[in-house]
């Protein structure tokens, strides 16, 4: 197993232990990081 | 020292205190470490016990209070966990462990064990976030573990806590869905009151309660607040079998390390937390995380259950 963990400025998220995130928005933000 | 007085009723009777629990066996002899410090976690402070028993409330059953626990029992003294969820449940993703603290999993008989769940990262990588360039790089591996005597790990919460809880449980009375809403630091009689309304003395009271915890805030006498910092955090774990299915991404799991891609504002670190080498055999089925623990500070958690590459490709 894999872990990434994505720190990113925050907007206005909800603080919960179990919320799921938008696996698109997080891409989106992460888009310009390793090119490979 | 105050003297001794009556402790509630759930603790097992003077006769059954007098039954010691079983002593915790060694774990089975395989390719063991020859450093592996203790064959004997009963053993920890020699065969010193304390010259008074006290009675000990430990609040919080996760990491911290399982680590105290444990301490305090071998010491001799009678442990109580008060918890507040009605079960001990998988929560959290990745943990490091450094060797400040993986000697102390040593010296209490659980090395053998983190080498069935824990990684051994060979070291750190940070990149450039824009090329993938590596642009630092500090090597852990055997390295550390001559300099600091035990190794560097990364293991996936619940492993740990598992490990923890299965030492201490055998020694402690746990008591679950139990909600500390009250906690009189009187210091002759120390007590704390639950959500049921019962009180509950003891000689002394360890809060270890988490990052928003109560018990701080009875110690220090005013609220815990919250600082936002303004950051968020995501988090998501990818099975390690697609990843090697990968010929860009199976040098990940292969060559087992930390790696930090550094950016303006944000951070993507990342590792593998479960070890994936052919000589690992228990089975294991990959955990989709749907939880994740708060973060200091305020930072906030969006939690993804991804099992999909997730790294902008």
């Known amino acids: ?36 | 020292m105050p003297p001794h007085r009556s402790f509630p009723t759930f603790l097992p009777s003077d006769h059954e205190r007098n039954k010691r629990p079983p002593v915790v066996p060694a774990p089975a002899a395989r390719g063991l470490d020859a450093s592996d410090v203790a064959t004997n976690p009963q053993s920890i402070y020699g065969s010193r016990k304390a010259s008074v028993v006290l009675d000990i409330i430990v609040v919080g059953c996760g990491l911290g209070g399982l680590g105290a626990a444990f301490c305090l029992t071998q010491a001799g003294h009678r442990v109580t966990i008060i918890e507040s969820s009605p079960v001990i449940g998988e929560i959290g993703a990745g943990i490091q462990i450094s060797p400040n603290f993986s000697r102390l999993l040593w010296r209490w008989g659980l090395g053998k064990h983190l080498d069935e769940f824990a990684v051994r990262p060979e070291g750190v990588a940070y990149r450039r976030y824009s090329t993938g360039e590596r642009v630092g790089f500090t090597k852990w591996g055997k390295t550390l573990e001559r300099e600091y005597g035990t190794p560097y790990y990364h293991i996936h919460r619940a492993d740990l806590h598992k490990l923890l809880h299965d030492l201490v449980a055998p020694h402690v009375t746990i008591l679950l869905g139990s909600a500390v809403i009250g906690c009189d630091p009187d210091p002759v009689s120390p007590s704390v009151t639950l959500e049921s309304g019962e009180v509950i003395r003891a000689d002394l009271i360890v809060g270890a309660d988490g990052v928003k915890s109560y018990i701080q805030q009875v110690v220090s006498g005013k609220p815990n607040k919250v600082e936002l910092i303004g950051d968020a955090v995501y988090r998501a774990t990818i099975p390690a079998s697609l990843m090697m299915q990968d010929p860009e991404l199976r040098e990940f799991i292969e060559h087992p390390q930390m790696t930090a891609w550094i950016g303006p504002g944000r951070c993507l670190t990342a590792y593998p937390i479960v070890r994936q080498s052919p000589s690992f055999r228990m089975p294991r089925p990959e955990r989709a995380d749907h939880m994740s623990s708060s973060y200091r500070g305020g930072r906030k958690c969006i939690i993804s259950s991804l099992c999909t590459q997730t790294m902008g490709r």
């Open chain 1, 1 to 36: 197993m894999y872990n990434l963990v994505l720190v990113h400025p925050d907007d206005g998220s909800i603080e919960s232990l179990i919320t799921e995130g938008s696996a698109d928005k997080m891409r989106h933000e992460f888009d310009d990081f390793e090119p490979r």
